[in-house]
């Protein structure tokens, strides 16, 4: 797959400890008009399984005005090292809610430092 840099949030980013993502998406300057017709979806991927278990890791969508979003929009992933957070491939694939303000991230929340896990986030039109 080939990916567009301006449409990556996560790239092997090491989640070890609550951040946000690597990359914030300005979706006037990706083009993407959200609502028009075309569904965008968010892909997360686990790259390298965590080795901490009993752990969890809740993954926010943001969105804001300015190149520092802030608000949440919505949850698209809680998981424990227990379970999906143990397993290298497709975390999550979710269309994205058409009321988005210009600028979007993602932001990972851990409940304890987690060791090992990285993960890769993008937009898509498939």
């Known amino acids: 797959m080939i990916m567009d840099e301006k449409l990556i949030f996560s ?4 989640i070890t400890v609550s951040a946000q993502s690597s990359n914030d998406i300005d979706l ?3 083009g993407l008009d959200i609502g028009a ?12 399984a965590f080795t901490t278990s009993a752990n969890t ?3 926010t969508l943001r969105h804001g005005t ?7 929009i919505l949850t698209v992933l809680e998981a424990t090292a227990t379970s999906s957070l143990l397993t290298v ?4 694939k979710i269309a994205l809610p058409n009321d988005l303000a210009e600028f979007i991230d993602l932001y990972y929340t851990c ?8 993960i890769t986030a993008f937009l898509s039109l498939d």
Do not use: V
Not at 11 to 14: F, G, V
Not at 66 to 72: A, F, H, I
Not at 89 to 92: C, F, K, S, T, V
């Open 66 to 72: 300015t190149s520092k979003p802030d608000t949440t």
């Open 28 to 30: 006037g300057a990706a």
């Open 11 to 14: 790239d092997a980013q090491a």
């Open 89 to 92: 491939g497709l975390l999550r």
């Open 37 to 48: 017709g075309t569904p965008i979806y968010l892909n997360i991927f686990l790259d390298t």
């Open 57 to 59: 890791l809740a993954i």
């Open 111 to 118: 409940s304890t430092t987690l060791a090992a896990g990285k």
